[in-house]
């Protein structure tokens, strides 16, 4: 069993940047990719980002592309997202997410693992 518990969320302006990161248990953390999702209160969960099991790969939802980036330290059993230019309609739960295949999903489905959520609000 594989436990994530993200931190790093909180209120920032439009235009700040927030880094979260999600840390594992387990001793499985560098074989599974790791995905990055958030939901907006009435919206359905939306990919962020992912990266692959090595780190070498990874990949972004069209609404973020260019202002976020995600980095993984499996040796410290951390993923993170850098979040750049932030805009008022990034606010949301971002949630961690943890897929036992080693490739990048964008589906909800796949994951396995989740976190609880950190509240990212972004003010105008």
């Known amino acids: 069993q594989v436990q994530l518990i993200e931190s790093g969320g909180g209120l920032v302006q439009a235009g700040g940047s927030l880094r979260l990161s999600c840390t594992a248990s387990?001793?499985?953390?560098?074989?599974?990719?790791m995905g990055w999702f958030r939901q907006a209160p009435g919206k359905e969960r939306e990919f962020v980002g992912g990266?692959?099991?090595?780190?070498?790969?990874?990949r972004y939802g069209d609404s973020v592309k260019g202002r976020f980036t995600i980095s993984r330290d499996n040796a410290k059993n951390t993923v993170y997202l850098q979040m750049n230019i932030l805009k008022p309609e990034d606010t949301a739960i971002y949630y961690c997410?943890?897929?036992?295949?080693?490739?990048?999903?964008?589906?909800?489905?796949?994951?396995?693992?989740w976190g609880q959520g950190t509240q990212v609000t972004v003010s105008s």
């Open positions: 997410a943890g897929d036992r295949n080693s490739a990048i999903s964008t589906l909800v489905r796949s994951y396995v693992y």
């Open positions: 990266i692959s099991a090595s780190g070498g790969l990874t």
């Open positions: 387990g001793r499985t953390f560098s074989n599974y990719a």
